[in-house]
């Protein structure tokens, strides 16, 4: 069975789950086309603050695998970490099939002349699924340092120009399903997702030494297990571990008029801490036992959609599950990718290439669209967005361009005939875009 496929597999052999009461909002949404950043640079995997969205209009709307390529360029094995761009530099995280190795690479983003590599050996064993490549985290900068997480070969942080500041061991991680949650940078500290395995914490570190700041230890889930039920799924070939539960999900860092809230997207709860010290400022019970999309700010609220989906209001205390818990769907759709804000809507895909907008407010959803061609229509890449136009990439490689204003309307559909499950980069006015056999530039 394909990884993560298995979700909704999971679902039908979870425990009963309590029923929950909606809680009347008091929340207005304070921007009608959400947070968008000037054209210049894509510092993480979902763009800057993990919005997925920049206002800018020149990339172009139609492209094949042969037509506005600026470059490309081989990359020595598949991959599901995604690009991140600044100053004209980008970088991605790879595992060479061939050496062993665990790498960080640096291109030019104008031309795709690689620039430098780092490499990292692991000798410890760390499990994985064959559809997820070591190296799944997406890297992370600031505009002066980069950091990467490589799972057993450790957090490392190097200079832009590819001097090794400082390395943290963290462990080997077990899980039969691997790893791929990306550090996020945060003032002067990096915060990542340690997980999910047999040992699983949020952990924040400082950015200038690597020392640890904080952890927020994640509980095992205590949920009947798919693997163990008549009819349930099979485990895939040569699995020695068992246990499909977790967090993928990379931490957001939410601003409200009063503070700052890390949110960390945790099996059964979200949870809000203090970026600068860890401290748990409330609790929202409403997640899945398996969680895949990054919790999203919208105004005042966080949104976090996957087999279970809710909104919170921000500014909490406690448990917030009575008090500002917006709207609750127990039964969503599957999703890996993370979605982007509209013209006051969710924007959201499914595995199954279904994007629809949803309201906010309410979890309402005002339209649906199949995107799929000959090939299919899965998708694991989250939503992006350019301006008024959105990008939603399928695993075969293709990417739909659509506009939603005043209705829905596909503007191309753009084939590389390359498999992926990454996210594009849209920096400058040039897509970047990592396949299973390349990295890619599409510009006009």
Known sequence: MPIFAIRSTVRKFEACK????????AAVLVATCGPTAPAGDWPTWHGPAGQGAVAMNKVPSSWSAT?????????????????????QRLWVTQYDPTTKSRQLRCYDAGTGEQL???EVNVDEAEPTHPTNPYCAASPVTNGEVVVAFFGSGGLHCYSVD??????KSLGAPQHLFGQGASPLIHGDSVTLNYGPGKEQFWINLDLQTGQERWRLNIP???APNPFDQPGGPQLPPDAKLRDPFGTWATATLAETSERQELILACPGKLHAVDPLSGEELWTCDGLD???????????DLVVCLGSQAMAVRLGGSGDVTDTH???FEEQDRARIGTAVEFDGQILANSMQGIVEALDPLTGKRAWQQRLANAKGGGSWSSLVRAGERVFATNQDGTIFVFKTRPEFELLAENELQERTNATPALAGDCIYLRTDKNLWCIGS
């Open 289 to 299: 036992n398996q969680i895949f999309p990054t919790p999203l700010q919208i105004g």
């Open 116 to 118: 430098w590599v780092r």
């Open 162 to 167: 590819g001097q090794l500041l400082w390395s």
């Open 67 to 87: 037509q506005n390529v600026k470059w490309k360029v081989p990359l020595p094995g598949p991959g599901n970490s995604s690009p991140i761009v600044a100053n």
């Open 325 to 327: 818990r917006v709207w």
């Open 18 to 25: 309590t029923g929950y009461q909606m809680v009347a909002l």
């Open 220 to 222: 095992q889930v205590d």
